[in-house]
C-alpha cells in the first residue's frame, strides 16, 4: 500500500493520501501543492478526495486538488449544513467565508471501492453531526474524532459531546484492539491503546 501524511496548515491537520496505484485523498486542509507533488513524484493516480467532516482545516486544499486531477469530493449527508456556512465550518475564522459542495454524499456503513482497495465508512458523529471515519483493514483514519489520549472537541457549532463518546465506544472501541488509527491531528495510536482511555 501507498501510505503518506502530510502536515498541512497553520492547524497542521493530517491529510493522508492512501491507496495503491490508485489512491484517496483524505482530508486535504491546506497546502495543496505539496499534496500535489506527492501525487506527482510517485506517480500516482487520485480518483476521489474524502472529508472526514467539513470543517475548513480539512478542506482548504479541495478547490485546486479537484481541478487539477478531476476529482470528486465526498463527505457525509449530514455535514451539508457545516460545508455550505462559514459560521459552522469555522473559515471566517481566516477572514474567509467559504462554502463546499460536494460531488457526492456517503452514509454509514457506505464502501468505497477502488481498483485494488476499499475504504468502508463508520459514521462517528459528535464532532460534527457528519463526522466519520474511514476503515481498511486494520487502519482506520479517525478525522477529528479520536485522537491519541483525546477525542475531538464538541464546543464547536453542533458538536455533541455525549453523541462524540457514544460514536467511540459503540462505533471505534468495538474494533481489534491492533487496528492502528491515523488521526486528523497528531500522532498515531491503536485502538488497544485508546481503551483505557474511555
Known sequence: MFFKCIEVGDVVTN???FGKKEVVIIDPGDDATKIESIIVENDLIPRA????????DHFLGCCYLRQRFKLPVYAHRAE??????PAYNLSYLIGSKIKINCDGYFEDGDVFEFADFSLKVL???GHTPGSSCFLYDNILF?????????FGRCDLPLGDESQIFKS???KLL???KTT?????HGVPTTIGDELKNF
Open 168 to 170: 467511540i465506544k459503540e
Open 80 to 85: 451539508k449544513e457545516i460545508l455550505s456556512n
Open 123 to 125: 459514521h462517528t458523529p
Open 49 to 56: 478526495i474524502l472529508l472526514t467532516h467539513g470543517h475548513f
Open 142 to 150: 479517525s478525522g477529528d474524532t479520536l485522537f491519541k489520549d483525546s
Open 174 to 176: 468495538v474494533l481489534p
Open 15 to 17: 491529510c493522508y493520501v
Open 180 to 184: 492502528k488509527v491515523y488521526p486528523g
